[in-house]
């Protein structure tokens, strides 16, 4: 790992506008130096905006540190850009919850269940929309949904149990 960062602060001196080494160094600096990894991201994404790997690694980074707009931006057009990626779709539609977008955390993930009916946090998310909407026993339906498929999922037990009877 070390190696890898003196090779990539090498490798930025000789080309600091490097796309491909603006990201490996943000994937180092992700875990050390937030900031700086975001620097890196931005960087290469300015560089290459229509790269779907710089797209979605700035998303997920983004998505991870809680800059929720920016990560929706992204997530936005890597959904219209690879509609068949899944893991987007579910993460777009966590951002609209978070961002208090029910309705549309909604309609986004109730999409991702009919294609994938097996995804747990799907389900889990689906059940924290409907919860917010008001919508107690389809909230409660899609938690049995997700203790199905994942019977540990503690959250979901949680939810399920303040909801009541």
């Known amino acids: 790992l070390e190696y890898a ?5 090498g490798a930025l001196k000789i080309d600091p506008a490097n796309p491909d ?3 490996l160094s943000a ?5 050390r130096d937030a900031q700086k990894a975001l620097y890196y991201y931005r960087q290469a994404f300015r560089r290459r905006p229509n ?6 690694m700035l998303a997920n980074f983004a998505f991870v540190k809680g800059l929720n707009k920016e990560a929706l931006t992204h997530y936005l057009w890597l959904y219209r850009v690879v509609p068949e990626r899944i893991d987007y779709q579910v993460r777009l539609g966590v951002l609209y919850g978070r961002l208090k977008y029910f309705n549309k955390a909604r309609q986004v993930l109730e999409k991702v ?3 994938d009916p097996q995804n747990t946090d799907a389900h889990f998310n689906l059940a924290i929309a409907y919860r917010y909407l008001g ?3 389809l909230a409660k339906n899609e938690l049995e949904n997700t203790l199905r498929l994942d019977p540990r999922h503690n959250q979901a037990r ?6 009541g009877p």
């Open 5 to 9: 960062r003196v090779f990539a602060k």
């Open 21 to 23: 080494v603006l990201l």
């Open 27 to 31: 994937e180092l600096e992700k875990n």
């Open 51 to 56: 790269a779907i790997i710089t797209r979605g």
């Open 113 to 115: 269940i009919a294609r």
């Open 135 to 137: 919508l107690t026993d």
């Open 158 to 163: 949680r939810y399920l149990l303040e909801l």
